[in-house]
């Protein structure tokens, strides 16, 4: 638990986001989930659609 001073605010952003950070940095195993074929091929044509309407 952290207990985060909410008097200044850019002091409290600062803070959280050094604790967020430090945690992190404990679990190096985090690894990007494999994407599946079917939504990587779906992304791909709605990125060609958008481009299109552009």
């Known amino acids: 638990?952290?207990?985060v001073p909410a008097?200044?605010?850019e002091m409290?952003?600062?803070i959280v986001g050094k604790?967020?950070?430090e945690e992190m940095q404990q679990h190096k195993?985090?690894?990007e989930?494999?994407?599946d074929e079917k939504v990587k091929a779906?992304?791909?044509m709605y990125k060609d659609i958008l481009k299109k309407e552009v």
């Open 1 to 3: 638990m952290y207990v």
């Open 7 to 9: 008097d200044d605010k």
């Open 12 to 14: 409290a952003r600062y």
């Open 19 to 21: 604790i967020i950070w």
């Open 29 to 31: 195993d985090i690894q």
């Open 33 to 35: 989930p494999k994407m």
């Open 42 to 44: 779906n992304i791909e």
